[in-house]
């Protein structure tokens, strides 16, 4: 650290009974010694204790907020930073260890000086170090006075004067405020801002009603018992400690209260006055003029700007009545706008209050009853004026009238004086002389006297108006509040940051001030004026196109390209250089100055122009209205709209506002970013823009969502600007709350009031759009809640006079669906008690909820009735809500038909409680505008619908900042659309069930891999004779375990607090899909070991005769090998074994023949009988013959129980061949050849018909008997059987060879060890390990490829994702192959491609990566360890003695993993010496693992297992049903996924799949997610007549209602490079071509391949 002004000081501990000692080391006792280094800006605490033994910890707490404190190692240079504050008194801070009995602390501060407490807690004691007087000493300061700084205390607010109150901190939604009383002081400030917020005026009358159980008595209780504390004083206690944003906030909201605002405040500290100008700079007042009796005239200005009279009202010397009081009834006799004695809460003294001057204006309506015909400024100085000279002498310098209050006006009083000078002074003055009862005297022209004793305070009041007109009316010097700034006074906006914000608004404005107000926009703003517009025109027309349809949209695309050109173009001005300029380089706090004032001086600049219009249009709105409400509408309303149109034009383009500047910058960033422009240091870096505003946005700023007056979303500055806030906040969850009503009614005011919001509405009329702000929850409130931030969305009013017959229908349905979407939850303002008025924008709302219904969307609403009389009575509230009921359940009658939604009241589309979720609210104003308070009734709404809000929301989870920019994507581009329910496309609930779709392969792969494990041993057990039996229960028992696990996780991954509410729709849907996996793959394994099962049984008496021959050869050997030379050579071996091996070959080759045939029949009836059908039926089926010529037959009536019409023969021939050819598909797919025939395969195709016949039924309304499955499944089986008898054939000729060679082999070695004269033992051995060979090579490939299909399926790219990962590395192999037969199998065939891309890539895999070998080595080294452990436990349990026993015992210990046969012991009697034996096949097992090891990768397709088998049945157990149109496969991972209808993501031009224009050979060149939202029709099947519209495409005849293709254009770049690539090889293949109407888009040309493959990137993202 720096050690400048710096400062030491030890501080000591304390003991429990408060004396001061130095802590010294004693056995079992804890030292402590603190070091404080303190600066400016922060402080260093260096903490050393002294116990080794003892348990220290260390807690460091702050009352403020925004201090961080740093934990310095001393070995690193890593900190750990912790932010503390604020903490109440009797909570611990964060802790923090000791290392090597030592801490070192950095205390940090962002503005300020910090101030914080150590807490050093051991197992002896306790001691607790304050760090403030340090601080204190080392900075001087201007130390408040001691009751000054003993009211900060009481209130709580006694650090407050230095770190003040922000509107962040006060603009966190925290829990709700305490009754009034139920209050402690400390209570008070809180209260106060939080009611002030929310526009109720009592929030100046809280007291604390009683002490007694106050804390801060208890705190001071050394103290005096204080007084109660005097409202004004808590009021200028929170204005001395807040910093000037927030006392602009406070003063902004007293005026909308119509309260006195401070104008001379004296410093607490310093006694200085100073005039808070700059709290008043947001303040406008609105008054009616009147100069004549009907020539009035309404002025709107900025209240520092106005110039207005002034009267100065003040007393000399101490009254027993209230100068404040009678002031009041001069400005509103029914609201205390100044704070006088006989107020709630008063007190006798008061300490801040006094020496305050405060200003208020009374604002005339213009009515008769008016006191002053213009605005007219009332001061009023707190105190007496005899000590308060400095005030006293600037307000009577600055006013038009002096107005005295004076006990007396005898020369003996202290007032003499001072009344000498006014009576001289020329300036008009009355005095109000308490010890007088005369009425009203002129002394002179100018001076006048009222006395006031004995009179009632209304008589003085009526002379004082009287006079003050008569005086008003004449010459008098005006006042302005701006002119504050030179009395020689300190002002708050001299403050450096104030003053650079200032210079840098003035600058912006001078580029402004130079143009026309009417023109600003035009000329300052190009971006979002013609330019724009023309831009969305064109931007929704692509959703709407006809004729050429790609062409069209090629061309309007271009168009697009071109205005984004020329926005690039227009986007260099200098109005938008020095704002970004500015807003750049400005630090925080002088950016905040900088927007405020940019605001204020914009306000002020275009108000006069946008004032006078805003008359036109009242007066015009009113016109409009009474045309309205008369019967005979005539082309005067039409005529009275077309003006009002035309002012509402004239309002738009004077209006202006920074949202219009942060509109351009996004229009700015959009343009640049649409032409991938490189950001250029010599312009604005427009790359930034969207950072500037999210720190904007995280700071409490509001951002337009919705452009007024585009009617556009800018989708790509949002989500920018949101990416922005998610990179510096993280990804949030937020709760999002939308408000809708009607144009005017409030819902702005309500938000500010509620929230404490500003929301951007410039100096004009009512929000137009939609603007969105981040409000915090507070950390201590935030454990209650799922989310962290209230998004809160003001929508633009719907209704809007203006725009009557002007698309404002369809504007206020695409405003109102917006809102209703994006929204957790939204508030419907419903102005009025009238039913008529409140029907329109009901109907508009419940269409709106109808639709999110309709899309899976499920928000809710509460009703906020709004202007209602008799808030309070309970039996009017209950008619009015149910009349509201029957309205609503009306008009969802109406609309359910018009939306096709099957719904009869409110409670149907949406959750409603009708008794709850409706909100009635007073008026807004207590009196007549524009002197009328708010109401108190209001803010007591606003409060009670604040806390119902947060109890609903706290049961919502509500979306991450991702999720509600996603969200925003779908539903303006769905809005787009004509039809939105057709065209929504919920994002984030596809992107959730993709996840989840990857989290079900995994669960379904987890469960598949455990059961090919499963099967594997069971296998290997079944050819030991170990299992005898296999049932459904033993294999439910065997994968019980497994099974649980994935319950437990799906339970877990649906149980997440995130997205639960998305997920919960498919959580018993996939909770059954693994049930029903689990029992398919259990059934699956039972009839794969059952069938195994019986075959091994079946070939028992076979396996006999074929031991008894091996036995018999071998025999032959041994004899043969006895009657040979010893030394015969090799090759005479070798003939003499073959002439032995000819004699037994033809016997074993008749017993493989045997073992290896199939009985097709038997399976038929088995596989049949499986499937329910009787067997007498079979048999009675088979027997009629009927089913051999199913596809030849005339009449198909005898199959069909609902007669069809006349073109069931025709279907039902079609259907048979089809199903025929998908049949022999799916056989020939069938590795027969190479493996043999499987009982499986039968089975397989008996499902496939079994399937498609209850399609068909479905498809044609066709009620089909059981007879024709059964024909129809038998005619595919003899279709086939050829086919696989013959493959059967093939596979055994090759099986018969293999098993022949291998036996000769094994012999062939027995003969030559017996040559050699090896012993017995030897040549058992040699047995052993020919029969281990070949055990442990199946069981090593087996393993292997399980082990790969694991490895792939977990981290191969293509396999370890969902299924639309799979097929997008599908289609970008095909373009990198670029194979046109290759597409067409995959178009036409895309399971058979899919399975062969599934084979090329395992084979590609196994070739390729060294993993596999070393899978494979592994797998080796495994068995060879289990041979060599049963090796080694047989041989130390059978010692010596029978060998059929060693060999029992030996085979029991390899049966779980290996079998190696039989091998017969009576020919190994003689050996006896086991442990030869085991060094013998030890010795010959170790070539044999070495070979293994080595082996070719390819052996593993001669076993059982493969790894792209086990591959093709995970990844493609699936939905395999293809587009109706355009051929393209659904992508659901589940196979049957009802109720959800097939979608796909890679949808594609029509014309691949062969769609023409009927009667020409020009292709359909158009995406059939294009065609379904034209006007063009279609005919489903060839011979239809009917043509059916794309818009209907479900209403047609087949499986078009099995399908969800969503409208999104044609934004896939693969196809368009596709039809280019291949047109020729495309022409040529359907004998169509690409010309007339489907001619390829010459932009499509200019697509690589490379743009191709990245397309399928982007769209899978």
């Given amino acids: 650290m720096d050690n400048k002004d710096q400062k030491t000081t030890k501080t000591q501990s304390e003991d429990s009974d408060g004396s001061d000692h130095q802590s010294t080391p004693s056995k079992g006792q804890t030292s402590f010694s603190v070091q404080v280094h303190v600066e400016t800006q922060n402080f260093q605490v260096q903490v050393q204790v002294q116990s080794p033994a003892s348990d220290v910890k260390i807690y460091v707490k702050s009352p403020l907020s925004g201090v961080k404190v740093q934990e310095e190692e001393e070995a690193s240079e890593q900190k750990t930073e912790r932010q503390l504050g604020p903490v109440c ?239 009041n009834t001069l400005i509103n006799d029914r609201h205390n706008t100044f704070y006088h004695r006989s107020c709630p809460g008063s007190t006798k003294s008061c300490l801040l209050f006094d020496g305050v001057a405060e200003i208020a204006w009374y604002c005339p309506a213009g009515k008769p009853n008016d006191t002053f015909n213009d605005c007219v400024a009332f001061c009023n100085l707190h105190g007496d004026g005899v000590t308060h000279d400095k005030q006293l002498n600037i307000l009577m310098d600055k006013s038009s009238v002096n107005v005295v209050f004076v006990p007396t006006l005898r020369k003996d009083h202290v007032s003499a004086e001072f009344m000498t000078v006014l009576l001289e002074s020329p300036k008009p003055l009355i005095v109000l002389l308490e010890d007088s009862n005369s009425c009203t005297i002129q002394l002179k022209k100018g001076k006048y006297k009222v006395g006031i004793k004995d009179r009632g305070q209304s008589d003085v009041s009526e002379e004082l108006k009287s006079i003050l007109r008569d005086i008003l009316s004449g010459p008098c010097e005006s006042f302005q509040l701006e002119s504050m700034s030179n009395t020689g006074i300190r002002v708050d906006e001299e403050d450096p940051c104030c003053s650079k914000g200032l210079s840098a608004a003035k600058e912006v404005m001078n580029t402004i001030q130079r143009v026309n107000v009417m023109t600003i926009k035009s000329n300052l703003l190009p971006c979002q004026g013609r330019l724009l517009q023309d831009w969305c025109r064109i931007n929704k027309e692509q959703y709407c196109l006809q004729g050429d349809i790609e062409k069209e949209r090629c061309k309007k695309q271009n168009e697009l390209l071109k205005l984004r050109e020329d926005q690039c173009k227009a986007s260099s001005g200098d109005l938008m250089k020095t704002f970004v300029r500015h807003l750049s380089s400005l630090s925080p706090t002088e950016s905040e100055y900088y927007l405020t004032w940019t605001q204020i001086l914009m306000d002020a600049h275009v108000t006069e122009n946008v004032s006078s219009i805003q008359q036109s249009y009242k007066q015009k709105c009113a016109e409009v209205l009474a045309l309205k409400r008369r019967a005979d509408k005539s082309s005067e309303l039409k005529s009275k709209q077309a003006e009002l149109e035309q002012i509402s034009s004239k309002l738009q383009s004077a209006t202006f506002g920074l949202e219009h500047i942060f509109r351009e910058m996004e229009q700015i960033y959009e343009a640049h970013k649409s032409l991938n422009k490189q950001p250029n240091k010599e312009r604005s870096d427009w790359s930034r823009y969207p950072e500037l505003a999210a720190e904007l946005m995280i700071s409490g700023h509001p951002m337009e969502l919705m452009d007024g007056d585009a009617g556009h979303i800018p989708l790509i500055w949002i989500s920018s600007l949101i990416d922005q806030v998610i990179h510096k906040l993280g990804d949030k969850r937020v709760f999002v709350l939308s408000v809708l009503g009607i144009q005017g009614s409030g819902k702005t005011t309500m938000l500010n009031a509620m929230f404490g919001l500003q929301f951007a509405v410039s100096a004009g009329r009512c929000t137009k759009g939609a603007f969105m702000q981040l409000v915090k929850l507070s950390e201590d409130f935030k454990r209650d809640f799922q989310w962290d931030y209230i998004l809160v969305v003001d929508t633009e009013g719907l209704r809007a006079l203006e725009s009557e017959g002007n698309g404002s229908v369809q504007r206020d349905n695409e405003l109102a669906t917006f809102a209703v979407g994006v929204g957790n939850m939204t508030l419907v303002n419903i102005f009025g008690e009238n039913p008529s008025e409140m029907q329109d924008v009901l109907q508009i709302l419940v269409q709106a909820f109808m639709r999110m219904k309709k899309v899976k969307l499920s928000p809710s609403c509460v009703f906020v009735h709004k202007n209602v009389t008799d808030v309070g009575a309970a039996e009017k509230n209950m008619e009015r809500k149910r009349k509201l009921k029957e309205t609503l359940d009306q008009i969802v009658k109406v609309a359910a038909r018009e939306e096709v939604c099957d719904a009869v009241s409110f409670s149907d589309i949406i959750e409603f409680d009708i008794e709850k979720d409706v909100k009635y609210f007073a008026e807004l104003w207590e009196g007549s505008p524009p002197m009328a308070p708010p109401n108190p009734g209001y803010s007591v709404s606003v409060q009670d619908l604040k806390k119902f809000i947060l109890s609903k929301a706290s049961q919502s989870s509500g979306v991450t900042l991702s999720e509600f920019k996603i969200k925003v994507q779908d539903l303006w581009n769905a809005l787009l659309n004509e039809n939105f329910v057709f065209s929504f496309k919920n994002t984030i609930e596809i992107s959730a069930y993709r996840r989840l779709e990857v989290e079900f392969g995994n669960w379904t792969w987890a469960l598949r891999s455990e059961m090919l494990n499963i099967e594997k041993q069971l296998h290997t057990s079944i050819e030991n004779g170990t299992v005898l039996r296999i049932d459904h229960a033993f294999l439910l028992g065997q994968i019980s375990r497994k099974y649980e696990e994935i319950k437990a996780a799906i339970s877990q991954y649906f149980d997440r607090k995130e997205q639960k509410d998305l997920l919960t729709q498919w959580k018993n849907q996939h909770e059954q899909k693994i049930k029903d996996f689990c029992d398919e793959i259990v059934r699956r394994t039972q009839r794969n070991l059952s069938d195994f099962l019986e075959e091994k049984k079946r070939n028992e008496k076979l396996n006999e005769k074929k031991i008894i021959l091996e036995d018999q050869l071998h025999q032959q050997c041994k004899e043969l090998a006895h009657q040979v030379k010893i030394n015969m050579k090799d090759g005479d071996l070798e003939k003499q074994f073959h002439s032995l091996w000819q004699k037994y070959a033809p016997a074993l080759e008749e017993h493989v023949k045997c073992v290896k045939k199939i009985n097709l029949e038997r399976d038929q009836n088995q596989v049949l009988q499986e499937f329910g059908f009787e067997f007498t039926l079979i048999i009675t089926r088979k027997n009629s013959k009927c089913y051999t010529n199913l596809s030849k037959l005339e009449d198909y009536s005898d199959y069909v129980e609902q007669k069809g019409n006349h073109k069931t023969k025709q279907n039902i021939t079609e259907f048979i061949h089809t199903v025929q050819e998908e049949a022999e598909e799916i056989i020939k797919s069938k ?91 030897v040549v058992l051995a040699e047995m052993i390990c020919e029969k281990l060979k070949a055990s442990m090579t199946e069981t090593v490939c087996n393993r292997t490829a399980i082990d790969v299909a694991e490895v792939m399926r977990t981290s191969y790219p293509a396999f370890n994702a969902s299924r639309l990962n799979l097929e997008k590395h599908v289609l970008k192999s095909l373009a990198e192959k670029g194979d046109f037969n290759r597409y067409m199998t995959y178009i036409e065939n895309p399971k058979t491609y899919i399975e062969l891309f599934i084979k090329e890539e395992v084979q590609d895999y196994i070739h390729r990566e060294k993993n596999v070998q070393i899978l494979l080595k592994k797998n080796v080294d495994e068995i060879k360890n289990h041979v060599t452990i049963a090796l080694i436990q047989a041989t130390e349990k059978v010692k010596e003695g029978n060998i059929e026993v060693w060999l029992q015992e030996f085979h029991s210990l390899l049966r779980e993993k290996l079998n190696f046969g039989q091998i017969l012991a009576q020919n190994f009697k003689s050996v006896t010496a086991f442990s030869f034996l085991k060094e013998a096949i030890e010795k010959r097992l170790c070539p044999i693992t070495e070979d293994l090891k080595n082996l070719p990768l390819d052996k593993m397709n001669e076993f059982r297992l493969h790894p792209d088998q086990i591959l093709i049945d995970q990844l493609c157990n699936c939905c395999w049903e293809t587009c109706p149109f355009c051929a393209a496969v659904c992508l659901n991972t589940v196979k049957d996924h009802s109720p959800d209808k097939h979608s796909v993501l890679f949808h594609r031009p029509t014309g691949i799949e062969g769609w023409h224009i009927r009667g020409t050979v020009e292709m359909v060149i158009d995406f059939c997610t294009t065609l379904v939202a034209s006007d063009k029709k279609f005919r489903p099947q060839s011979f239809s007549h009917v043509s059916v519209p794309y818009k209907k495409y479900q209403s047609a005849s087949g499986n078009y209602a099995e399908w969800l293709i969503t409208p999104d254009g044609s934004k896939l770049v693969y196809w368009k490079w596709f039809i280019c690539r291949f047109q020729k090889e495309l022409e040529d293949y359907h004998n169509l071509k690409f010309v007339g109407q489907g001619e390829i888009p010459s932009e499509w040309r200019n697509y690589s391949r490379e743009e191709a493959i990245q397309s399928l990137n982007e769209i899978c993202t």
């Fill in 89 to 327: 008194l009797n909570k611990k801070g964060p802790v923090f260890k000791l290392k090597d009995n030592h801490a070192t602390f950095l205390a940090v501060h962002e503005k300020k000086n910090v101030q914080v407490e150590i807490n050093i807690n051991s197992d002896q004691q306790e001691h607790t170090v304050t760090l403030e007087d340090s601080v204190d000493s080392a900075v001087k300061k201007d130390t408040l006075t001691q009751p000054a700084q003993a009211l900060l205390d009481r209130l709580l607010l006694n650090n407050r004067s230095e770190y003040k109150l922000t509107s962040a901190e006060l603009l966190q939604i925290g829990p709700p405020l305490k009754h009034d009383q139920d209050l402690a002081e400390g209570d008070l400030f809180i209260v106060y801002l939080h009611k002030l917020l929310m526009l109720d005026y009592r929030a100046r009358y809280i007291w604390v009603k009683d002490q007694s159980n106050d804390i801060s008595t208890k705190v001071y209780s050394s103290s005096p018992k204080y007084d109660n504390i005097h409202p004004m004083d808590c009021q200028m206690a929170v204005f001395h400690c807040s910093d000037s944003f927030l006392k602009q906030k406070l003063v902004t909201k007293l005026s909308q209260c119509q309260y006195a605002l401070p104008l001379l405040v004296p410093d607490p500290s310093t006694e200085d006055i100073e005039c808070p100008l700059w709290t008043l700079r947001q303040i406008q007042k609105t008054w009616t003029k009147t100069q004549a009796k009907d020539n009035s005239q309404v002025v709107t200005k900025p209240i520092c700007k106005a110039q207005t009279l002034m009267v100065f009202c003040f007393r000399l010397g101490s009254l027993s009545v209230s100068k404040s009081e009678l002031i």
């Fill in 1231 to 1321: 590795p027969v050849a190479t493996k043999g025939y499987n009982t499986n395969y039968l089975r397989e195709m008996a499902q496939h018909v079994n399937t498609s016949v209850k399609e068909f039924q479905t498809k044609w309304k066709y009620s089909l008997k059981q007879e024709f499955t059964i024909d129809l499944t038998l005619y595919v089986f003899v279709s086939t059987e050829t086919w696989i008898s013959e493959s059967h054939e093939k596979f055994m000729k090759t099986e018969t060879h293999r098993y022949l060679e291998r036996k000769k082999q094994e012999h062939y070695t027995v003969f030559s060890s017996f040559c050699k004269g090896e012993s017995s033992a």
